[in-house]
């Protein structure tokens, strides 16, 4: 199994970008997506999260300008970012909590990590 992110780019202050993410291989079922972000030297962090029912959260600062979503049949998590600020600039990585289908347990998995930077 694996995921591939994508999306990530340069885009000046007030714009937007949508970050995808795909997972591909042999599933049984996908649990929880998210989407997390990390700056050079500072804690990965979780951005936004949605469950298998489709509940999402959202870190306070960007609560109202980004957006999370899932496809159920194409086992993809999105995330559209709109309003960006330069403080969002990170590398953005993408997790989803899945089973494959030789496996039986529930594992996280992640992808490689897409760069997104806010800047005019």
């Known amino acids: 199994v694996q995921l591939q992110a994508s999306g990530g780019g340069l885009v000046q202050p007030g714009g937007s970008l949508r970050l995808s993410c795909a997972a591909s291989?042999?599933?049984?079922?996908?649990?929880?997506m998210a989407w997390y972000r990390q700056v050079p030297g500072k804690q990965r962090e979780l951005v936004a999260a949605?469950?298998?029912?489709?509940?999402?959260n959202y870190a306070d600062s960007v609560k109202g300008r980004f957006t999370i979503s899932r496809d159920f049949y194409k086992n993809t998590v999105y995330l559209q970012m709109n309003s960006l600020k330069p403080e969002d600039t990170a590398i953005y990585y993408c997790?989803?909590?899945?089973?494959?289908?030789?496996?039986?347990?529930?594992?996280?998995?992640w992808g490689k990590g897409t760069l997104v930077t806010v800047s005019s």
């Open positions: 997790n989803q909590n899945l089973r494959p289908e030789w496996g039986k347990f529930d594992e996280d998995y």
């Open positions: 291989g042999s599933i049984f079922r996908v649990n929880n």
């Open positions: 949605i469950t298998g029912d489709g509940i999402s």
